[in-house]
């Protein structure tokens, strides 16, 4: 005998309706800040680490983040932290960058999240892959798109491996964007002598490629996560909820 549902289509279409906005919200693209400067980092004997910097430039990203202390209010507990293999700037036309060349108008092809420690060693972050931005996906109504969605889920629904270190980060993100975008960016390359048949280094139409490591603080979306998983448990569950039923189906409100 069938199971009756217990969640209507309506709400199951609503459910649907939030859960893509939350997962949107976990491809955010990130901001820039107006100094954002290039970093170097590298695999040293003593693992991935950053070889260099700005001056203080660990001791500058630790106080700009708000995840830098422990529940103890230890202030070495260890960062999340955006490496950015590349950014998108808009191209120059008769000396002038096309809308001013704000920071604002820099656009992020590649995100990696990884873990900053205050000593600069740098470690796989275990909970989160490296994404590209949402709004450089199609569908999309921004001006600029590198992908599609559509790839970039079947990508992640055929990863069968979770990285165990930065190196294995750093391969997936690589492999990612060859998959969605069909190119490659330099500072995953690796050696040359290993990119043979591999995709050319991307381009993108009035923009110019500035190749190179960049590091930015930033807050993972932990408690998008949490919700997700609640949206796909009652979908799945088909668990009668009166409270939701009825928000669902709330009247409009006149203003």
């Known amino acids: 005998m069938a199971q009756q549902k217990q969640i209507s289509d309506a709400t199951l279409k609503l459910l649907a309706y939030w859960r893509a906005a939350l997962a949107d919200s976990c491809l955010s693209h990130p901001a820039i800040p107006k100094d954002c400067e290039p970093i170097q980092i590298g695999n040293t004997d003593a693992g991935w680490r950053v070889t260099q910097a700005p001056e203080d430039w660990v001791k500058a990203t630790f106080a700009a983040s708000k995840m830098n202390k422990g529940d103890d209010g230890d202030s070495r507990k260890p960062i999340p932290l955006l490496l950015l293999p ?92 060859a998959k969605v975008t069909g190119y490659r960016l330099a500072a995953l390359a690796g050696d040359p002598g290993d990119n043979e048949g591999a995709p050319s280094l991307l381009e993108v139409d009035d923009h110019g490629v500035i190749d190179g490591w960049f590091g930015i603080p930033y807050e993972p979306p932990v408690m998008a996560r949490h ?23 709330m009247p409009e409100r006149r203003a």
Do not use: M
Not at 227 to 249: C, K, S
């Open 86 to 177: 590349a950014l998108l700037v808009p191209a120059s036309s008769h000396g002038i960058k096309r809308g001013g060349g704000d920071s604002e108008d820099c656009l992020v092809p590649l995100c990696i999240p990884c873990l900053l420690t205050a000593e600069g060693t740098l470690l796989a972050d275990p909970d989160r892959l490296p994404w590209i931005p949402r709004q450089l996906l199609e569908p999309s109504h921004k001006e600029v798109a590198i992908g599609a969605l559509a790839d970039l889920d079947e990508f992640i629904t055929h990863l069968t491996r979770k990285p165990e270190n930065l190196t294995d980060t750093l391969k997936v993100a690589d492999e990612l964007f």
């Open 227 to 249: 919700i997700i998983r609640l949206y796909d448990l009652l979908a799945e569950g088909q668990t009668a909820t009166p409270l939701l039923e009825a928000l669902a189906h």
